[in-house]
């Protein structure tokens, strides 16, 4: 009993901690929530469940060239006989004048009960539309695991973008702290200022109008990271309402959007929509291979052993051991194909032409593709010029600001310009979090373009 107890420790305890390690979880980064989503996000569950149910597809197409056997039982009562009518020259004796030549006599035929009970057995010797099937069935799968893929990165860019959206509205946030802060610390001495002679009461007024503006400022922008937060969790396949702390920095996030994707070594082939074109095409083919295939004939062998019983008394029906007869049959069975209207040749035409459109589709896939990576890299050298200019513009305007707010400390500069400068720097920010949010939706797009994005652990 202890050794069990044992054994049930040692392999039960390890799971339960395991899961109670993932259930009290608080902390997340970026690989964090992407290994998170990879396990829970909804969408790629049910993909994953394509490619089991692509599976099982296969394994139904396979059975139907495994041996099909049944067992049948009938018993009938046959209230009303059928009936037949034959010349009754047929029961008269040869010379016999009596009985009219066209006469006829009605008999029946047959018993008030009958019965079957057989085994019976097919099997498959030769149908190309099965082996076709097969492949096609492989082929599905094929493309089941490929759609995984594409939901996959798909996934991936978007836990990338809402995780990198809670990081710019927390610096936001982080940000608008150190201007209350700051323009607290610059309302108490203005007060000062005030009581002391130095400074008119209009002066406080206009630094206080500031610091609730900044202060609202905060509670939407706290909102906002609600809502980012959110996001990510419905991204991640997480329930919103999970108490999780999301964390990560951006600190050297600039130097790494200023290093250039490898496009030397790019081919169309690393796109995974690519992928899929081919093997629809190829599952296409398949569907012409296919009709073709219905020309052939098909050839099946099958068999059927049993007993059969019949007779007017009830109670005889379940004499198996005298009333019930044996019977057994071997054969096989041939259906060769010889006219139907055309109709295969006409199918075949419509598959040749949806086989066509595909091969149609990769000039513009092809297109599409140049587009997205011209498009997406001249976005992100935009973005980043952007960046830089709105990183120029925030340490001029705290540079204008420091100066501004020197000079009105020592009496030689104007209230309506200290408020102005802080304006210009809280917008001055707010600018800079902005472009570099979407300097990074703009790498992170590229990087998806030239097929680099992926999640591999």
């Known amino acids: 009993m202890k050794k069990l107890l044992k054994i049930y420790i040692l392999l039960v305890f390890p799971v339960a901690f395991a899961m109670a390690?993932?259930?009290?979880?608080?902390?997340?980064?970026?690989e964090d929530c992407l290994g998170y989503a990879m396990d829970h996000n909804q969408v790629l569950?049910?993909?994953?469940?394509?490619?089991?149910?692509?599976?099982?597809?296969?394994?139904?197409?396979?059975?139907?060239?495994?041996?099909?056997?049944?067992?049948?039982?009938?018993?009938n009562y046959n209230f009303e006989l059928r009936k037949s009518l034959l010349p009754a020259s047929t029961f008269t004796a040869p010379g016999d004048t009596t009985v009219p030549s066209d006469a006829e006599i009605e008999l029946a035929f047959g018993t008030k009960y009958d019965g079957d009970f057989f085994f019976s057995a097919r099997q498959l010797l030769f149908d190309g539309s099965y082996f076709v099937g097969l492949q096609a069935a492989r082929a599905y799968r094929d493309l089941s695991s490929k759609e995984f893929?594409?939901?996959?990165?798909?996934?991936?860019?978007?836990?990338?973008r809402a995780y990198y959206l809670v990081l710019i509205n927390r610096e936001k946030i982080k940000a608008l702290e150190s201007n209350i802060e700051r323009l607290e610390s610059l309302l108490e001495e203005t007060e000062a200022m005030a009581k002391a002679g130095f400074a008119e009461k209009i002066d406080v007024s206009r630094i206080r109008v500031n610091y609730n503006n900044l202060v609202a400022g905060k509670k939407v922008q706290e909102r906002a990271l609600l809502i980012s937060e959110q996001l990510l969790k419905f991204q991640m396949g997480m329930p919103v309402n999970t108490e999780v702390n999301f964390t990560g920095n951006l600190d050297g996030v600039?130097?790494?959007?200023?290093?250039?994707?490898e496009v030397s070594d790019f081919t169309y082939e690393n796109r995974i929509e690519y992928s899929i074109l081919q093997t629809g095409e190829g599952?296409?083919?398949?569907?012409?291979?296919?009709?073709?295939?219905?020309?052939?004939?098909?050839?099946?062998?099958?068999?059927?052993?049993?007993?059969?019983?019949?007779?007017?008394?009830?109670?005889?029906?379940?004499?198996?051991?005298?009333r019930w007869l044996n019977f057994g049959v071997l054969g096989l069975q041939l259906s060769v194909p010889i006219f139907e209207g055309g109709r295969k040749r006409y199918q075949i035409q419509q598959s040749k032409i949806e086989l066509q459109k595909i091969k149609?589709?990769?000039?513009?896939?092809?297109?599409n593709i140049n587009t997205e990576i011209a498009s997406s890299n001249d976005a992100l050298l935009?973005?980043?010029?952007?960046?830089?200019?709105?990183?120029?513009?925030?340490?001029?305007?705290?540079?204008?600001?420091?100066?501004?707010?020197?000079?009105?400390?020592?009496?030689?500069?104007?209230?309506?310009d200290l408020i102005n400068a802080d304006d210009s720097y809280v917008t001055a920010q707010a600018n800079y979090y902005d472009a570099l949010y979407q300097a990074i939706v703009s790498k992170i797009v590229l990087e998806k373009s030239l097929g680099h994005l992926d999640y591999n652990n």
């Open 360 to 367: 149609n589709q990769y000039d513009l896939l092809e297109n």
């Open 149 to 160: 893929v594409k939901t996959r990165i798909d996934i991936v860019e978007a836990v990338y």
């Open 283 to 322: 599952l296409q083919e398949l569907d012409v291979k296919n009709i073709r295939m219905k020309y052939y004939p098909n050839l099946y062998a099958f068999g059927r052993y049993g007993w059969n019983t019949m007779t007017n008394n009830a109670d005889e029906i379940f004499d198996f051991d005298d």
């Open 45 to 75: 569950l049910n993909s994953d469940l394509d490619i089991d149910k692509a599976g099982a597809q296969i394994g139904e197409i396979r059975s139907a060239g495994l041996p099909q056997v049944n067992a049948q039982f009938f018993l």
């Open 254 to 261: 600039e130097n790494v959007l200023k290093e250039k994707p």
């Open 21 to 30: 390690q993932e259930e009290t979880k608080s902390s997340y980064g970026l």
């Open 382 to 416: 935009a973005n980043l010029d952007q960046l830089d200019i709105q990183r120029q513009n925030m340490d001029l305007a705290k540079e204008v600001f420091d100066i501004t707010k020197t000079k009105f400390q020592e009496g030689v500069g104007s209230n309506i």
